[in-house]
């Protein structure tokens, strides 16, 4: 571009001038005075079709001339931003290139259930609705991890949350730190006192929290009513019961089971993991499962009419069936043996003791 304004006099047959027309560059035949203030532009374009356009002074001073098409561009920007450009671009983009970008650039070596879990059952499912309880062992929070920076490099996670018990908070932070460069804060009462009246849940868009703490606090929990997440993960997801009351017939939801209703109403994909989802009673867990699909298992459950049909809702893999990339068990074999044995003799209990201190 031309510092300096054009002016009607530096415009020369020949030239190549760019914002005349707007579709761009034309060749300059000649320019032609009407009067002192008013000219008229004769040119080619690149098609080969003449035109002819009357402008003024203030329009030819908008004007500038074009580069030669083999004349090299100056690399005179900076180098830091253009690198910092080109990442930027690398990573937008990484996701078209590599299906598995996150393990590639997380400190995890996944195993094969692993990656099944989030290439196969995660992130095909758009909104994500699903109960990932494969046993104890099996890595849930490598596939969270693996999950929220899939979505986040492909920038399709920009707000965030995740629920845990208190105890497990610090080790979600650090593992998403550590080993997938994911830098979520862990919520406490002084980032309340910070947002002065705001709410809190708005002004940080990664976050991990208390179960209890949230869901304890009606001033939290209207707070979070009214902000919406891209993804809401949820650990130790069991603690969200519900009970059908035995005289009335209502359900009788837990305070952790309404934190988990609200975050299913306001989050675009929603993941409960616990590797304890079923407690024995079919009917609290399909009030369990509502968390998921409310219309899929709404009413009260009843014996020979229900089933809890969790297809394309859960999956749960026993530690028998996770495996090596060699195919070798994971876990060693879980054996169970009955062992007989004998009661020892009866003793006679008719004596009896004495108390102590006499």
């Known amino acids: 571009m031309n510092e ?6 530096a415009l020369r047959a020949g030239q190549r001038i760019r914002g005349l027309l707007s579709d761009g560059a034309v060749t ?3 320019i032609d005075a009407i009067d002192a203030a008013l000219f008229e532009i004769f040119y080619r374009d690149d098609s080969g079709r003449s035109g002819a356009r009357t402008v ?20 005179d920007g900076d180098p830091d931003e253009f690198q910092l450009a080109a990442e930027a671009l690398r990573i937008k983009y990484a996701a078209l290139y590599d299906p598995m970008a996150a393990v590639n650039s997380s400190e995890v070596d996944p195993l094969p259930h692993q990656i099944r879990a989030v290439y196969e059952d ?3 499912r758009i909104p994500l609705r699903f109960l990932l309880a494969d046993d104890p062992g099996a890595g849930k929070t490598i596939m969270a991890g693996l999950y929220l920076k899939e979505l986040i490099m492909r920038s399709d996670c920009e707000r965030a949350v995740i629920i845990a018990p208190g105890g497990l908070v610090e080790q979600w932070r650090e593992e998403l730190s550590q080993k997938f460069d994911l830098h979520f804060e862990v919520f406490n009462r002084q980032m309340v006192d910070d947002a002065e009246g705001r709410n809190v849940f708005d002004q940080h868009p990664y976050l991990i929290v208390r179960m209890d703490q949230v869901s304890r606090s009606e001033d939290l929990m209207e707070q979070l009513s009214d902000v919406t997440w891209d993804v809401a993960i949820v650990d130790e997801a069991h603690r969200m019961s519900a009970h059908y009351s035995s005289w009335a017939g209502e359900v009788d939801e837990t305070k952790r089971f309404r934190l988990g209703r609200l975050l299913s109403e306001t989050a675009h994909n929603f993941l409960l993991m616990t590797a304890t989802p079923h407690a024995g009673k079919e009917e609290d867990f399909q009030l369990f499962m509502s ?10 459950f009843r014996q020979g009419v229900h089933r809890a049909d969790t297809r394309g809702l859960m999956r749960r893999m026993v530690k028998e069936d996770l495996l090596t990339f060699e195919g070798k068990p994971l876990f060693p074999e879980r ?3 009955t ?20």
């Open 335 to 337: 054996r169970a043996y």
């Open 291 to 300: 968390l998921l699909d409310r219309d899929r298992f709404e009413g009260q």
């Open 4 to 9: 300096a304004a054009m002016t009607p006099a």
């Open 56 to 75: 003024t002074d203030a329009d030819i001073a908008r004007l500038e001339l074009a580069r030669d098409y083999d004349e090299a561009p100056p690399f």
């Open 28 to 30: 300059l035949i000649a």
């Open 339 to 358: 062992v007989e044995y004998d009661l020892s003799p009866a003793r006679n209990l008719s004596r009896r003791m004495r108390p102590v201190g006499v």
């Open 122 to 124: 995660l992130l095909p």
